[in-house]
């Protein structure tokens, strides 16, 4: 399983906001998320200090994508 955590990172020196990294979900305990890095879509290198595989955590109000195979048959339903 893996969510997308919200970003804003610096590209050649300039803020970028819009692709985040990936995070295949390993812990959640009071409102907080540990994440292990991935590189989807190859994103990961905007955030220079987390390579892929590192354990990172952030709250949920930073997920910005859920994948459907997460939600409930009743919401998948209502989404096709």
């Known amino acids: 399983m893996s969510c997308e955590s919200t970003s804003r990172a610096s590209k050649d020196g300039k803020d970028v906001d819009g692709g985040a990294p990936y995070f295949e979900i390993v812990k959640i305990k009071h409102g907080t ?3 292990r890095a991935e590189n989807t879509y190859g994103t990961l290198h905007w955030m220079r200090s987390l390579d892929e595989g590192t354990i990172f955590p952030f709250r ?3 997920i ?3 994948p459907i195979t997460w939600q409930s048959k009743k919401q998948q339903k209502r989404m096709v």
Do not use: L
């Open 33 to 35: 998320f540990w994440g």
């Open 60 to 62: 949920a109000t930073n």
């Open 64 to 66: 910005i994508e859920v």
